[in-house]
């Protein structure tokens, strides 16, 4: 069993930045590729970022190339989302989830599928 508590958001202005933790329980956090997600009022969950169990094999989406760069201290059961650059579409609820997939197949995945959910972080943007 997994738990994930995300941290970390807040209200920041346009092209500001803001880190965001999740923290997970339980030993074996590191057989696990991490991910995060994001929920926009009206919107579906989308895929945000993802990394693999080694922190070798991350993946993106496009929206977020080049402003967001996601990581992991496996020694402090931890993944990071470090968020550069924010504009005010970027705002929603961020999800961290953790799952035995690939960082790829985290992308394309069915989300009803996916071991293990946090309750989210809100990052709010202004302009």
């Known amino acids: 069993q997994v738990q994930l508590v995300e941290s970390g958001g807040g209200l920041v202005q346009a092209g500001g930045s803001l880190r965001l933790s999740c923290a997970a329980s339980?030993?074996?956090?590191?057989?696990?590729?991490m991910g995060w997600f994001r929920q926009a009022p009206g919107k579906e969950r989308e895929f945000v970022a993802a990394?693999?169990?080694?922190?070798?094999?991350?993946n993106y989406a496009d929206f977020v190339k080049g402003r967001f760069t996601v990581s992991r201290d496996n020694a402090k059961n931890t993944v990071y989302l470090q968020t550069n650059n924010l504009k005010p579409e970027d705002t929603a609820v961020y999800y961290c989830a953790a799952d035995r997939t690939t960082a790829q197949g985290m992308a394309i995945m069915n989300q009803s599928g996916m071991h293990y959910w946090g309750k989210g972080t809100l990052v709010t943007v202004s302009s």
């Open positions: 339980g030993r074996t956090f590191s057989t696990y590729t």
């Open positions: 990394i693999g169990w080694s922190g070798a094999n991350t």
